[in-house]
């Protein structure tokens, strides 16, 4: 079963349709009384037509809580900026862990305020080596703004690599 499929069955489910109504939903949405046999644009059809009559899918959060730390926020953030410049080159949290691992010794979550900004200081001077001043600015931007300016000259700042390090 796909996970389409799983949605709309738990779609159904929360909408409290019975079998029976949930087959003349069917009928009236794509002309068949069963998901079976039906592509993926019958299956989104039925989804949007689900969402249309009260279905709001939750969203599942399945790795671990984010570190609520301001710091570590500000690490997360600077990282993440940074591999949308072409700077970092994988932007998982298991990368950014093993990073912040290989600095302190210690995971994002149990740093210390103190090895969190030496974390700050080590990617400062990793952007400095970055040779597009624009994209060092944007990213040290992240230092002092809440959120990390999406675009640069008015194109999104994904690609274009600064740096030769490889994480």
């Known amino acids: ?25 069917l009928v009236d949405t794509i002309g068949k009384n069963s998901l079976r046999g039906t592509n993926s644009r019958e299956q989104w059809r039925v989804m949007e037509e689900l969402k249309r ?3 709001a899918p939750q969203a599942i959060h399945k790795g671990a809580r984010l570190v609520d730390d301001p710091q570590a926020k500000k690490v997360r953030a600077l990282w993440l900026t940074m591999a ?3 700077i970092v080159r994988d932007r ?6 093993t990073y912040v691992r290989r600095i302190t010794g210690r995971g994002l979550a149990d740093a210390s305020t103190k090895q969190l900004s030496l974390v700050i ?15 060092r600015e944007i990213c040290l931007s992240v230092l002092k703004e809440q959120d990390a300016p999406p675009m640069l000259d008015g194109l999104p700042i994904i690609g274009g690599g600064c740096g030769e390090v490889r994480h």
């Open 53 to 55: 009559r009260g279905f």
């Open 121 to 135: 200081e080590t990617l400062k001077r990793w952007l400095d080596r970055c040779d597009d001043p624009r994209k």
């Open 84 to 86: 949308d410049c072409g």
């Open 92 to 97: 998982s949290e298991k990368a950014l862990g």
């Open 1 to 25: 079963m796909s996970k389409l499929i799983g949605m709309i069955h738990m779609a159904k489910a929360r909408l409290g349709m019975d079998d029976e109504t949930y087959r003349m939903f």
